[in-house]
């Protein structure tokens, strides 16, 4: 087909005067009986500059401007498209497209100038630590001891909590706190099943090593460990180990019994005389 040059305008709307802002709504292609007009109707964009958008049906007031415009010739359609359009604004300038028909060319134009932009940038990455999965069973444990609680509050009542704000400033939370007569702050290090060491694995354990020597020094810094091969987790477990005043390697023998003694008598509970699983 013959490539053609079309004239084209942007519609904008407008929010209210006090808040000034604009917003690309539309585009119109003007090509005498065959004129194009496309108007965002996706409901996503136009009611975030003003509710009143939301409540219109775009699409089929596109529809109407355009079958209006094409029962007469291009230069009056110019004329008339102000009033036609109203409240959108017809914008200034007047553009120019080539292209062989005038309704591609308006979905053209109106996926570059009107529609959702796409991103450039890759998203960012969650900054968050996810929880291991031996801090999941110590959970489950305390849970069914029923002493866990999610409320800071609750650690003068025989609590466990969990996500400890150590030092909140730093984004630093350890697993899990408790109180008796002195505050007891935990870290969990799980690396069973790791036949070699990662930086992610070897950058959380610093983590770990640095909440723990922020506990106070009144305060007992605590690390439950499980690994499956000591030989290979031996470095992140003696970075760990080296800023915490108890450790309990859970997969040793009596390790589980005594650090099951250790939560029974700190929290007065005998349900929790047993080891976990």
């Not at 409901?43 to 219109?56: Q, T, W």
């Not at 690994?227 to 108890?246: E, F, N, T």
Request: one cysteine or more.
């Amino acid at each position: 087909m013959t490539e053609q040059t079309f004239d084209y305008v942007l519609l904008r709307a407008n929010s209210d005067l006090l808040r000034s802002e604009s917003m690309n709504a539309g585009v119109v292609v003007f090509n005498d009986g065959n004129t194009c007009v496309l108007i965002d109707s996706s409901r996503k964009r136009l009611p975030a500059l003003h509710p009143d958008f939301g409540r219109m049906d775009l699409s089929l007031w596109a529809e109407q401007i355009q079958g209006e415009l094409r029962k007469h010739p291009q230069a009056s359609q110019r004329v008339m498209l102000p009033l036609l359009c109203a409240p959108f604004k017809v914008d200034n300038d007047l553009g120019r497209t080539t292209g062989a028909d005038a309704s591609a060319q308006a979905h053209s134009l109106f996926e570059r100038l009107v529609g959702g932009q796409r991103a450039s940038i890759p998203a960012l990455k969650s900054t968050i630590v996810r929880q291991t999965k031996l801090a999941r069973e110590l959970r489950d444990w305390f849970k069914a001891a029923k002493v866990f609680s999610s409320k800071v509050e609750d650690l003068s009542k025989h609590r466990v909590i969990a996500n400890y704000p150590v030092a909140p400033a730093s984004d630093l939370y350890a697993d899990f706190a408790m109180m008796n007569g002195r505050l007891h702050v935990m870290e969990t290090l799980d690396l069973r099943g790791v036949d070699h060491l990662t930086p992610a694995m070897r950058g959380s354990a610093a983590i770990k090593g640095i909440t723990l020597d922020e506990v106070g020094e009144s305060d007992n810094a605590i690390a439950v460990i499980m690994a499956s091969d000591y030989g290979i987790a031996k470095p992140v477990i003696s970075l760990v180990s080296r800023y915490a005043d108890d450790v309990y390697e859970l997969t040793a023998q009596g390790e589980k019994q005594r650090f099951a003694d250790f939560m029974s008598k700190s929290l007065h509970c005998e349900t929790m005389l047993l080891p976990l699983n």
